[in-house]
């Protein structure tokens, strides 16, 4: 039978992803192939250095301090949001607020989410973030690419802004869609403090989180810096593949803690005023 290889370390992913994207590099300027900027490209003709990547991307894993933290920080902010009558009374009756009210709960589940994450506000600044709703239905083309919503990161992890689509098409009408997709983007802005937190802070050797803030960056070189066209490494990118992840367990989370809260209160009470 044939034994697993033992888990690479830090150093030597990082060298392959070093190697792997210079080697994407070449052939996409061989072939005249712009890699960065906005839009996507067609990658027909980079498959086989796309996939090298792509296999190198899926290995960069969080480290297991994360994962508790991250998983705790979870707990801790839906706790924080059951106590609050307003955030109780719209989970409740989603569908039937005001679009208003919806957008209010989605800024301060926001604003208690980067508060949890905040590790005693030396990771990140909750006054930072930034709102925009849009409407943007479905397209009709099969396999178009639908925005739900977007982080975008401004003057390293400190500021940044959530975009997010609030039409029926996006989920925005279901309060754990809802969630999921704000919790999502939300979350970048935790990954965009981790790496900017080396510059800001000396003291690294000793840092539980130091693992996950040198992949982050890693990554961030190779896949901001040059290749942010190619869609083809979307879901393998390490920040997407955690907040796709931690999104779709925040969802199930925070639904099953509104379906108990339910359980034990006969009568949702009323918004207060």
């Known amino acids: 039978m044939k034994q697993n290889s033992a888990p690479k370390t830090w150093p030597e992913l990082s060298s392959a992803c070093d190697q792997i994207s210079a080697r994407l590099q070449e052939a996409a300027d061989k072939l005249g192939i712009p890699l ?59 569908e039937q607020i005001t679009p208003k009210m919806r957008q209010d709960t989605i800024r301060q589940m926001s604003l208690k989410l980067q508060e949890a994450y905040s590790n005693k506000g030396t990771l990140f600044t909750p006054k930072s973030v930034r709102f925009r709703f849009f409407e943007q239905e479905a397209p009709k083309e099969k396999g178009a690419y639908f925005e739900r919503g977007r982080a975008i990161n401004g ?80 879901h393998s990118i390490p920040w997407e593949a955690d907040a796709h992840r931690q999104s779709k367990l925040f969802e199930r989370e925070i639904t099953e803690a509104l379906h108990a809260h339910k359980k034990t209160q006969d009568v949702i009470p009323p918004a207060p005023h």
């Open 36 to 94: 960065r900027g906005g839009g996507f490209v067609d990658q027909s003709a980079l498959k086989n250095e796309i996939a090298g990547l792509k296999a190198v991307y899926n290995e960069l894993k969080f480290s297991p301090a994360y994962e508790r933290w991250s998983e705790n920080r979870r707990k801790a902010l839906i706790k924080t949001l059951f106590s609050s009558p307003e955030f109780v009374h719209a989970a409740a009756n989603w």
């Open 155 to 234: 003057l390293g992890g400190w500021h940044f802004t959530v975009s997010l689509n609030t039409h029926k098409d996006a989920g925005a009408l279901d309060f754990g869609r809802a969630m999921n997709a704000a919790f999502h983007e939300n979350l970048h802005g935790v990954h965009f403090a981790l790496m900017d937190y080396p510059d800001r802070c000396k003291e690294l050797d000793h840092h539980p989180l130091k693992d996950d803030m040198a992949m982050l960056n890693q990554a961030k070189q190779i896949q901001v810096e040059k290749f942010s066209r190619i869609l083809a490494l979307y």
